[in-house]
């Protein structure tokens, strides 16, 4: 429903889920209170310790007026095809740390967490809690203040490379392979470009031979990112170069 009521409205302890209007009356979540909901307020501030959780028994979008996220505070969303949202009619001011759960078709790639038609007037929000194997970063684009999640893929099988000629590098090449690479979601396409490096350029048999410089392409590479803990390596030599003379010499009779 509609609320008139015109003062402040403080939240103290609990939750406050806003699912009807209130834009005639601020909120005020003090530590250890919690707003929620999918309707409107007039404007929110989250002081140290309280938590801003949008939706309201799940994904949902809180709007609000002015918004400002303390340092100390919260922001508790839920990820996947359907994401929580604050849609700001205002000044933004954010500060405090992000904690994601993941919903029904999470994945890597960019959420909007607010979007605002003022000013963002600070921005130190930080990642807090997120899924294992994924790193976050905080991209603001144009209005809108995003999530960015990148999820890290290792490289499982095997491959052999070729011995080769000495040559002053550690370059190596691929002889034959059953490389692939795990933790790729759903439908994306994701390919490795092996690059295969000795762990020195000396002569010498059975070198260590590792994936290090390898790298990710495909449409959707800018998700992920490559990690080569766990990878194989394998082992090739590296010969001494023949060498040949040239030019001329003259010798002394005797």
Request: charged share 5%.
């Given at each position: 429903?509609?609320?008139?009521?015109?003062?402040?409205?403080?939240?103290?302890?609990?939750?406050?889920?806003?699912?009807?209007?209130?834009?005639?009356?601020?909120?005020?979540?003090?530590?250890?209170?919690?707003?929620?909901?999918?309707?409107?307020v007039a404007g929110v501030?989250?002081?140290?310790?309280?938590?801003?959780?949008?939706?309201?028994?799940?994904?949902?979008?809180?709007?609000?007026?002015?918004?400002?996220?303390?340092?100390?505070?919260?922001?508790?969303?839920?990820?996947?095809?359907?994401?929580?949202?604050?849609?700001?009619?205002?000044?933004?001011?954010?500060?405090?740390?992000?904690?994601?759960?993941?919903?029904?078709?999470?994945?890597?790639?960019?959420?909007?967490?607010?979007?605002?038609?003022?000013?963002?007037?600070?921005?130190?929000?930080?990642?807090?809690?997120?899924?294992?194997?994924?790193?976050?970063?905080?991209?603001?684009?144009?209005?809108?203040?995003?999530?960015?999640?990148?999820?890290?893929?290792?490289?499982?099988?095997t491959f052999t490379a070729?011995?080769?000629?000495?040559?002053?590098?550690?370059?190596?090449?691929?002889?034959?392979?059953?490389?692939?690479?795990?933790?790729?979601?759903?439908?994306?396409?994701?390919?490795?470009?092996?690059?295969?490096?000795?762990?020195?350029?000396?002569?010498?048999?059975?070198?260590?031979?590792?994936?290090?410089?390898?790298?990710?392409?495909?449409?959707?590479?800018?998700?992920?990112?490559?990690?080569?803990?766990?990878?194989?390596?394998?082992?090739?030599?590296?010969?001494?170069?023949?060498?040949?003379?040239?030019?001329?010499?003259?010798?002394?009779?005797?």
């Amino acid at each position: 429903g509609t609320n008139t009521f015109s003062g402040t409205t403080t939240v103290n302890g609990g939750t406050l889920l806003v699912n009807g209007t209130d834009a005639s009356s601020a909120v005020t979540v003090n530590s250890g209170a919690t707003l929620g909901g999918t309707g409107t307020v007039a404007g929110v501030t989250v002081a140290s310790g309280g938590s801003l959780s949008p939706g309201s028994g799940g994904a949902g979008t809180l709007n609000t007026g002015a918004f400002t996220l303390a340092s100390g505070s919260a922001l508790n969303v839920d990820l996947g095809t359907s994401s929580d949202l604050v849609a700001v009619t205002g000044n933004l001011s954010l500060a405090g740390t992000v904690n994601v759960t993941t919903g029904t078709g999470f994945g890597p790639g960019t959420y909007t967490l607010f979007t605002f038609t003022g000013s963002l007037t600070s921005n130190t929000l930080a990642v807090g809690t997120i899924p294992a194997g994924y790193s976050g970063q905080i991209v603001v684009s144009g209005s809108n203040v995003n999530l960015v999640l990148t999820k890290s893929l290792t490289i499982t099988g095997t491959f052999t490379a070729n011995d080769k000629t000495y040559d002053g590098a550690t370059s190596a090449v691929i002889n034959a392979n059953s490389l692939a690479l795990s933790g790729v979601v759903g439908a994306d396409v994701v390919t490795l470009s092996p690059t295969l490096v000795f762990a020195d350029a000396l002569v010498g048999s059975g070198k260590t031979v590792s994936l290090t410089g390898s790298t990710l392409g495909g449409a959707n590479a800018a998700k992920y990112t490559l990690s080569l803990a766990g990878a194989p390596t394998t082992t090739a030599s590296i010969t001494a170069k023949t060498l040949t003379v040239g030019g001329s010499f003259t010798a002394n009779d005797k």
